[in-house]
């Protein structure tokens, strides 16, 4: 069972997600297991191709909140059973659990390590490992001496955020319609009764914004002032590197940020950029190329080559190619005052939202999708949804890395 394409945009849908990416086809999944019959309009050509292409592809329950672990776990085990859960087998995550290692060079963030593992022990997670610097070497020799510590949980690893999305809108059987854009909404008694597209209209008593970057600004045309805004994160693609262990975790430099992981013969590099300010919502997203040097240069302070040497005379190599040997990726992450998704009721009747899920959407939507479809089902109570857009917001617990 593949994709549903319809070249024809239906005039009603019983429930219309505006978003082909991964958080728009994850509710369009639940919304289909539940019983509903929803219909996705995306408007690029082709479904997940926004900031879901751009994704990392890490998946993780080494979480720095119970809460965010609850509803990764719940990810990870429909990513485990994803064929029978969807009833497909065409799209998937292809699920590569190759570990999680974090690295720290410095003795505060070692002991903030154990603190965390700890704490991950009491919500149950036991298999999150503390490495002293000579098991870290042991197990991961490219490892640089001047690292003292490390934690690691194996069973985390690496996922095809493309492939997860596409699996996700097959298994739905939901109608997708590429090229149509929704530029405004219809109103009757000051409630949402549909969607004006690039294509016509669409009846509908239940719309979901799932726009990624571009739902603060659709929001914004149904009189809404969403919660949310945007700030670019970037990602180097160096194909061909034979010095990168392909079965390496993904590595991260825990008291930098800086991380990669292995990929098309080589590996991704990221790093969020602490420093990067908030932008409008943009697609295409531009990319700066400079940011591929602050990760390859081994005299950077970002620089991958300081916990995992190695990089050293691949980045030097690299950087003499003159640009040759990388090419950088850019997204967006829709971002909210405290780290954590927008999902449930507007306050605008018939209009729903699922968005801000910084940088964890590929691993957190398809679990936290389904909290939507509660609500629109009348199976949650609003207000006791923890990620109602309408809340009050807290000082952000944890990293968005
Ligand atoms: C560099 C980078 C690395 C990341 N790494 C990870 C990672 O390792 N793990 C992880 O879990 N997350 C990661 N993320 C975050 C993750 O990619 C996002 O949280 C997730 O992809 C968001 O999915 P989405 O469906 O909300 O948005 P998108 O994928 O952007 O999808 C939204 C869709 O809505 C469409 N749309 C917008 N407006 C309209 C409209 N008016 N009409 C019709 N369609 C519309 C867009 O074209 C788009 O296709 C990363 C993000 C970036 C940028």
């Known amino acids: 069972m593949g994709i549903t394409y319809a070249s024809d945009l ?11 990416g991964v958080v728009g086809a994850a509710t369009a999944f639940h919304a289909a297991g539940a019983g509903l019959s929803p219909v996705v ?8 191709s926004l900031t879901t ?6 998946f993780r329950l080494q979480l720095e909140t119970e809460e965010a672990y609850r509803l990764v776990r719940g990810s990870v ?28 060079t410095e003795e505060r963030m070692a002991a903030e390590q154990r603190r965390l593992a700890e704490a991950q022990r009491t919500w149950g997670l036991d298999d999150v490992e503390v490495l002293e610097e000579d098991e870290v070497r042991r197990r991961f020799p490219f490892v640089a ?40 909404f219809l109103f009757s008694g000051g409630r949402v009764v549909g969607v004006r597209t690039s294509r016509g209209e669409v009846a509908s008593d239940a719309v979901v914004i799932a726009a990624g970057p571009l739902s603060g600004p659709l929001a914004a045309r149904a009189g809404m002032d969403l919660p949310v805004f945007t700030v670019r994160r970037q990602r180097v693609v160096v194909p061909d590197v034979p010095e990168v262990p392909p079965e390496a975790p993904m590595t991260i430099d825990e008291d930098t940020g800086a991380h990669w992981r292995p990929a098309a013969g080589g590996a991704s590099l990221m790093f969020a950029d602490p420093g990067e300010p908030p932008g409008p919502p943009s697609d295409p997203v531009p990319v700066d190329e400079g940011f591929a040097r602050r990760l390859l240069d081994p005299r950077s302070p970002v620089s991958v080559a300081r916990v995992a040497p190695f990089w050293g005379p691949v980045g030097e190599r690299l950087l003499a190619g003159g640009g040759r040997g990388w090419s950088v990726r850019a997204g967006q992450y829709t971002m909210t005052p405290d780290h954590r998704p927008l999902i449930g009721r507007t306050g605008v009747e018939g209009l729903f939202v699922n968005t801000g899920y910084s940088g964890r959407g590929v691993m957190l939507g398809p679990s ?3 909290l939507l479809v509660d609500e629109l089902l009348g199976k949650a109570e609003g207000a006791t949804n923890p990620f109602r857009p309408d809340r009050s917001f807290a000082e952000p617990e944890g990293g968005v890395l």
Do not use: K, M, N
Request: glycine share 14%.
């Open 10 to 20: 239906p005039p009603a849908a019983e429930l219309l997600v505006i978003g082909g």
């Open 41 to 48: 309009v995306e408007r690029r050509d082709s479904p997940a």
């Open 53 to 58: 292409a751009a994704a990392a592809g890490g």
């Open 77 to 104: 085990e429909l990513f485990a059973s994803f064929a029978e859960a969807t009833g497909q087998d065409e799209h998937g995550p292809d699920l590569r659990p190759q570990g999680y290692l974090w690295l720290t």
């Open 145 to 184: 001496p001047e690292a003292v510590q490390a934690r690691f949980r194996a069973a985390d690893g690496l996922l095809d955020p493309v492939g997860l999305a596409l699996g996700l809108l097959a298994g739905s059987g939901a109608p997708v319609v590429t090229g149509c854009e929704v530029t405004g």
């Open 368 to 370: 936290a999708s389904r």
